[in-house]
């Protein structure tokens, strides 16, 4: 099944839809959370949410792409269990790690335009991304948008974890001077 017949399953509002959406992405969609995460229950109860809010928005939003659609749900519903876990007890973990070190480099402090500055510094990351070899831009989404930690990295990209942890920090550095150098101020 491909995208367009799932799109058509949800706009004729047919429940099936939901399983069709659990079959195809599920997978996919309970690592992220787990990454996210660090907890299989949590991850499949965001799952579970990112399914339910596909059928509730679908229509009237229409997503080209319903993989990265259902991550997107489902990433954005993980990432905000994590906000509410974190502030019930406080610890460490990867997801910190790697929102801390973009934090580190594209903050948006003191800004009062906030909305508007957000969807600027995306594109511009968008930009950024797309001048980056291929297995450069692999890793550093993986790294930030899905959560692996450096070790899950290197052995997904089939390189050392130093090598990994190195191309990291030389990215995001790169990434603050392509945003420096776009007028964007860190």
Not at 69 to 87: F, G
Request: aromatic fraction near 10%; glycine fraction near 8%; charge should be negative.
């Amino acid at each position: 099944m491909d995208d367009k017949e799932l799109f058509g399953m949800f706009l004729r509002r047919e429940e099936s839809a939901v399983a069709e959406a659990e079959r195809l992405y599920g997978e996919f969609c309970l690592k992220l959370a787990e990454n996210i995460l660090g907890d299989k229950h949590f991850a499949q109860e965001c799952v579970n949410d990112a399914l339910l809010r596909m059928w509730e928005t679908i229509p009237p939003n229409e997503p080209l792409n319903m993989a990265g659609y259902a991550l997107r749900l489902t990433r954005n519903i993980a990432l905000n269990r994590y906000h509410e876990l974190r502030a019930m007890k406080r610890g460490g973990g990867c997801v910190e790690v790697a929102l801390s070190q973009l934090g580190d480099v594209a903050s948006d402090k003191g800004l009062p335009e906030k909305e508007l500055l957000n969807k600027e510094l995306m594109e511009l990351i968008d930009r950024f991304l797309m001048g980056l070899p291929d297995w450069k831009r692999r890793v550093f989404i993986k790294k930030y948008f899905y959560f692996m930690s450096d070790g899950e990295l290197a052995e997904d990209e089939g390189r050392s974890v130093g090598s990994v942890r190195n191309v990291l920090m030389k990215l995001r550095r790169q990434l603050r001077n392509y945003l420096e150098s776009e007028g964007y101020s860190i």
